[in-house]
């Protein structure tokens, strides 16, 4: 369901509603502002771009999303990402990236996928949220200290190069930016400053401060990029090629997933602060609209901003109303004020992605989870993180997720037990059922847990090892939930093994689930009628009358090869 028919199902949008809401927009939109030009400025490309993607994904995620209280628009966990693009495709290559991923978003909600996406496992979200925080604040050091350029194309290289150049750092801009940095932190501690937005306060200050003694040294936004337009941008529809999409299609996967991560992640933070309950497949939608759209207007990517979005309730932001506001104030600032832009130092930005970054690594909760977490767990995360950093962000989330996967299936596969129950163990069962006992030669194993590709090996040691005595094996099936082609392969090849040794099988107390898979697989064909019994009472009866009968197989002599003098 769209945000804004949700909240107006919800009378939310009700007159009395207004005023909360605008505040909560005011506040965030003044927010945003210097948010929106320092992620767009790190990602390589104009102030003014960052300013356009909260505008536009502001809006329309407030309308199409499936969270009435999400706010969106570009954050610090695309900064790694767009800049590599930036880097190697230029500005084309990351709009064409961007409306590549809001089409994988779109189809990720109509696929239903939101629900999938939210299992990607907390070690590796934490392991490259902390790695980007680490990447950002090591690509701020050159606007936080008026370093000269450096080359370099990988994390190292480009650490080493500026710990080469540290020496020449300009003491105005460094004086700037710890004031500005100082700012941002202590500011919400002032009683009478804890509702002003910190980065505002010091964007303000160190601005007027720039203005006033006009530092040569120190750059601004106007002397690097000039003044920000006044006014709202056209319509520009970048050049779409075959080989362009063939070579973007890694990084728009990246972005969407990314995407896709946070503004979920958002929006479940939202949930808890609010009480809401979101829709993920409709905010993957939303999402994915307003990545398409926002690159056609000069934006960039956008997902869900978890700072802004939770600024936006404690402010008593409620419905989509906010959200709106939030875009029309940053049009408003866009208009009349853009001119005034001109005198922000960098510097100023640079400290406030250092709040960021260190916001983003959450260091007590990576150190908490180092400290308490399973080792395991603790593999991943250090992988993810170190990979992130030194490699490359599409690599860390794509190795971390299958590490992970890995280790679940290796947790599930020792999950399942094929466990031998003797008469004793039987005792009480047999009495219940009315029998007397078992025959000569039978065995009676239990299978428990989901008999799937990753547990076959156990299955196959424990029975494929039976000893020459057998000549009926019952396997007991009533805990195992689901079984898979590789798990229904696993018991065909055994079911062979002991019929070609003479052996008989006969399965119990399978689900229906499981029944249908082994007959639709022709497995129940394969090994005969009477391979099924509803209950162990019933396949030893079955034992029973074929002993009666005669017609039991009888145990080949040796399990080992055929007698020569036949």
Not at 238 to 256: D, M
Not at 336 to 357: D, G, Q, W
Not at 450 to 468: K, R
Not at 551 to 556: F, G, L, N, V
Request: proline share 5%; hydrophobic share 55%.
């Amino acid at each position: 369901m769209l945000a804004i028919v949700e909240a107006y199902r919800a009378g939310l949008l009700a007159r009395r509603h207004w005023m909360p809401n605008i505040v909560a927009g005011l506040i965030v939109g003044v927010v945003a502002l210097p948010l929106a030009m320092a992620f767009a400025i790190a990602s390589g490309v104009k102030p003014e771009q960052g300013i356009y993607t909260a505008i536009i994904a502001g809006i329309i995620v407030s309308l199409m999303g499936g969270s009435r209280i999400q706010i969106a628009g570009p954050t610090g966990a695309f900064i790694v990402i767009l800049a590599g693009i930036v880097a190697e495709h230029g500005v084309i290559g990351l709009q064409i990236a961007t409306i590549m991923a809001g089409v994988i978003l779109l189809l990720f909600g109509l696929a239903r996928m939101g629900a999938v996406i939210k299992f990607i496992p907390a070690p590796v979200i934490v392991g490259f949220t902390a790695g980007i925080g680490v990447v950002i604040w090591v690509g701020q050091w050159k606007d936080f200290f008026g370093l000269p350029a450096v080359e370099g194309h990988h994390f190292h290289e480009k650490l080493w190069a500026l710990l080469r150049v540290f020496p020449q750092l300009d003491p105005a801009t460094t004086g700037l930016a710890v004031l500005a940095l100082l700012i941002v932190i202590f500011t919400p501690r002032v009683k009478a400053l804890a509702r002003v937005p910190g980065p505002l306060v010091a964007l303000i200050v160190v601005t007027l401060i720039q203005a006033i003694f006009n530092f040569e040294t120190v750059a601004t936004i106007g002397s690097t990029y000039g003044e920000i337009p006044r006014g709202l941008p056209s319509l520009d529809i970048p050049e779409i090629t075959v080989n362009r999409l063939l070579s973007l299609i890694g990084p728009a996967f990246a972005i969407a997933m990314l995407g896709a991560i946070e503004s979920l992640l958002s929006a479940v933070v939202a949930d808890r602060m609010a009480g809401t309950r979101h829709h993920s497949n409709q905010e993957l939608v939303g999402q994915g609209v307003a990545n398409i759209v926002a690159p056609l207007f000069g934006g960039i990517a956008a997902t869900g901003a978890i700072a802004r979005t939770a600024t936006n309730i404690r402010n008593g932001g409620n419905s989509p109303l906010a959200g709106i506001v939030h875009a029309l104030c940053l049009v408003f600032i866009l208009l009349f004020l853009a001119p005034l832009a001109a005198n922000i130092p960098l510097a100023t930005l640079a400290a406030i992605l250092f709040v960021v970054a260190w916001n983003m690594s959450d260091v007590r909760h990576v150190v908490k989870l180092l400290k308490g977490a399973p080792r395991s767990d603790v593999i991943v995360l250090l992988v993810t993180f170190l990979l992130t950093v030194f490699i490359d962000l599409v690599v860390a989330v794509n190795i971390g997720v299958v590490l992970a996967m890995l280790h679940f299936l290796r947790r599930m596969a020792e999950s399942v037990v094929v466990r031998p129950q003797s008469e004793t163990q039987l005792q009480r069962e047999l009495v219940l059922e009315e029998h007397g006992g078992f025959p000569e030669g039978v065995k009676v194993y239990a299978v428990e847990g989901p008999f799937f590709f990753a547990a076959v090996d156990s299955f196959n040691e424990v029975l494929t090892g039976a000893d020459s005595t057998l000549r009926v094996l019952i396997l007991r099936l009533a805990h195992v939930p689901f079984v898979d082609a590789t798990g229904l392969q696993a018991l065909e090849d055994v079911v062979t093994q002991l019929k070609a040794r003479g052996v008989r099988v006969i399965f119990t107390e399978t689900n229906e689930r499981v029944r249908r898979k082994m007959q639709r697989m022709g497995l129940l064909s394969r090994i005969g009628e009477g391979s099924l019994a509803r209950s162990l009472g019933e396949a030893l009866a079955q034992i029973h009358a074929a002993d009666t009968r005669g017609d039991h197989p009888q145990p080949a002599r040796a399990a080992s090869a055929p007698d020569p003098a036949e």
